[in-house]
T-cell receptor, first 114, second 112 residues
Framework: SAVISQKPSRDICQRGTSLTIQCQVDSQVTMMFWYRQQPGQSLTLIATANQGSEATYESGFVIDKFPISRPNLTFSTLTVSNMSPEDSSIYLC???????????FGEGSRLTVL | GQQLNQSPQSMFIQEGEDVSMNCTSSSIFNTWLWYKQDPGEGPVLLIALYKAGELTSNGRLTAQFGITRKDSFLNISASIPSDVGIYFCAGQLLDSNYQLIWGAGTKLIIKP
């Protein structure tokens, strides 16, 4: 099974600042995703991080607000830009295991925006 | 957009009781998945279902893929304190490569 490490695990941020979340996987994976989980809510897919090309964003999410990098098959970053309190959420990195097709999640990065 | 209706929203039960939760949709799904999320953690896959009518167990957990492909249930027998958490169903639509539709979650609380 894929092991996913996310950094930071939590942070408290000031309004208007930006924060970059890192996702490191212990094996090469083709498909990597970023999800948002707002307090008490289910998971919402932000985007698919494509290696070597621009991320594919879901409806309601844009690159200017959530720029994503995917420099290789084991690493991705998500930046939450110009944060407001409404961005306070858990942000989760997930991958599809190339061998089993199973979806694995990182532990999440809990952001609180003041 | 596509939606999954997951119920109940929360459950307060006594240790040892059986638990049942379900997800329904108006859409037909190719795959049903059940995840559990502990506080401060990402969701962890419990059971995956791939065929209509499939009944699969994982220890005290049993899940079924509905015959109509539009619903699924998860049962937990003889609940224990470590079962506490939020349970999510997720479905993969037909003709969908990887996109999952998520239920709103069922929060399980075990009364001391």
């Amino acid at each position: 099974s894929a092991v996913i490490s996310q950094k930071p695990s939590r942070d408290i941020c000031q309004r208007g600042t930006s924060l970059t979340i890192q996702c490191q996987v212990d094996s090469q994976v083709t498909m990597m995703f970023w999800y948002r989980q707002q307090p008490g809510q289910s998971l919402t897919l932000i985007a698919t991080a494509n290696q070597g090309s621009e991320a594919t964003y879901e409806s309601g999410f844009v690159i200017d607000k959530f720029p994503i990098s995917r420099p290789n098959l084991t690493f991705s970053t998500l930046t939450v830009s110009n944060m407001s309190p409404e961005d306070s959420s858990i942000y989760l990195c997930s991958v599809i295991d190339s061998n089993t097709g199973e979806l694995f999640f990182g532990e999440g990065s809990r952001l609180t925006v003041l | 957009g596509q939606q999954l209706n997951q119920s109940p929203q929360s459950m307060f039960i006594q240790e040892g009781e059986d638990v049942s939760m379900n997800c329904t949709s108006s859409s037909i799904f190719n795959t049903w998945l059940w995840y559990k999320q502990d506080p401060g953690e990402g969701p962890v896959l419990l059971i995956a279902l791939y065929k209509a009518g499939e009944l699969t167990s994982n220890g005290r957990l049993t899940a079924q893929f509905g015959i109509t492909r539009k619903d699924s249930f998860l049962n937990i027998s003889a609940s224990i304190p470590s079962d506490v958490g939020i349970y999510f169903c997720a479905g993969q639509l037909l003709d969908s490569n990887y996109q999952l539709i998520w239920g709103a979650g069922t929060k399980l609380i075990i009364k001391p």
